[in-house]
């Protein structure tokens, strides 16, 4: 693992369906980042909050943070809790960015659902830097429950060094995001993510 050294401004769109908690993981990033001392702007004005229509939001986070919103072609990690909707992200990516794309896919009503090689070929032609991890199978087969997908993702992005912020910043953040009923579950899906560091 790298030492992060601070940067002066880090872009993430974190894409998702209604469900999947991707508002939580927002706060758990944003706590992180100002753990760090980063002056943090986020942005949850995108998308439909219904359970299985799409989501989408922003963080920034550096030294002097002005708007909440990513630019187009200037994210630098792109997180898709759903497969489909890292395409709907693809407006703010660029060679530089990195993808971290769950492998699953929530049937869209009427339409024939895309296949990862379809997504793959339409994201390659933007960056090379696409990550696919099985996370929703992943935290189904180890809790009996697919829920934590999303903190297995962004507290993987901070062990594989996606994210410019400390997994142990990350960890604090999840104690304090998370209410106490859920924690020991969220706590225990951060570490599957580092036993997963090196897959």
């Known amino acids: 693992m790298q030492i992060r050294q601070k940067v002066n401004q880090f872009n993430i769109v974190i894409v ?12 758990i990033i944003a706590d992180a980042a100002l753990l760090e001392g980063y002056d943090v702007r986020t942005s949850e004005l995108h998308g439909l909050s219904q359970r299985g229509g799409s989501v989408e939001v922003h963080i920034r986070f550096g030294k002097e943070i002005y708007s909440p919103l990513v630019m187009p072609a ?23 960015t990195n993808f971290l794309i769950n492998q699953h896919i929530v049937p869209i009503p009427l339409q024939q659902p895309l296949t ?40 993987l992005a901070s062990f594989k060094d996606l994210i410019v912020l400390k997994p142990a ?3 604090s953040a999840i104690k304090k995001v998370i209410p106490q009923q859920f924690l020991l579950l969220n706590t225990k899906t951060f570490q599957l993510a580092q036993k997963h560091e090196k897959d």
């Not at 908690?21 to 927002?26: A, F, K, M, Q």
């Open 116 to 155: 990862q090689e379809q997504i793959l070929k339409a994201l390659k032609n933007i960056t090379k830097k696409i990550n696919i991890v099985s996370a929703t199978d992943i935290c189904q087969k180890e809790f009996g429950t697919d829920v934590v997908a999303g903190i297995y993702l962004i507290s």
């Open 169 to 171: 910043s990350i960890l």
């Open 74 to 96: 200037r994210a630098d990690l792109v997180l898709a809790l759903e497969a489909q909707e890292a395409l709907k992200a693809s407006y703010f990516a660029s060679s530089k």
């Open 16 to 27: 998702g369906t209604g469900g999947q908690g991707l508002i939580t993981l927002l706060q």
